[in-house]
C-alpha cells in the first residue's frame, strides 16, 4: 500500500546535493600551487652552491692574532664572492670573525691567506661560510 499525499500541501522532495565540480577543482589547483612553492623553496635551500671553501691551514701568530689559510673555488671565477673567517678559542667560543672579499678573476680556484684578530687567546680557525652575494660596503659601491 502506497499513501500518496494531497497535492500542493507539502514541498517535492527536494534532489540530493551534488558536489561543487568548481570546487574540486580550486582545491586541486590550491594543493598544486602549494606543492610549487613547496618544492623551490627546497630546491633554493638544498642545491649545489655555486661557490665552496676550505680551510686547509691556521697559523697562531699571537694571543691575538691567528693567520688562516683557505681555498675557495667558484662555478663562474668572473663573480666576486665574500667569505666570513672565524677564530675561536680552546672552548670553542668564538674569539675572532672577519669578512674576506674573493675579487673576481681568471682562476676558478684561489688561495687566500686573511689575519683574524681576536679578543682572546685563539685555538683554532675555520670558514664560517661564503658567498657570491657581496655587500656593497665591501665593493665600495
Known amino acids: 500500500m502506497t499513501r500518496t499525499l494531497p497535492p500542493g500541501r507539502y514541498a517535492a522532495a527536494a534532489k540530493p546535493a551534488r558536489p561543487r565540480r568548481w570546487l574540486a577543482w580550486v582545491l586541486g589547483a590550491a594543493v598544486v600551487v602549494i606543492g610549487v612553492i613547496v618544492a623551490l623553496s627546497a630546491y633554493d635551500r638544498f642545491t649545489v652552491s655555486d ?3 676550505e680551510a686547509t691551514s691556521f697559523d697562531l701568530v699571537d694571543d ?5 689559510t683557505f681555498t675557495v673555488t667558484r ?3 668572473s663573480r666576486p664572492g665574500v667569505c666570513i673567517v672565524r677564530a675561536r678559542s680552546k672552548d670553542g667560543s668564538e ?3 672577519r669578512e674576506v672579499y674573493i675579487a673576481a678573476g681568471p682562476d676558478q680556484t684561489v688561495k687566500i691567506t686573511a689575519p683574524v684578530y681576536t679578543s682572546q687567546p685563539p685555538a683554532m680557525g675555520d670558514i664560517y661560510g661564503c658567498s657570491l652575494d657581496v655587500p656593497a660596503y665591501l665593493t665600495g659601491g
Open 75 to 77: 662555478d663562474d671565477p
Open 95 to 97: 674569539t675572532g670573525r
Open 51 to 53: 661557490i665552496d671553501s
Open 64 to 68: 691575538s692574532r691567528l693567520d688562516i
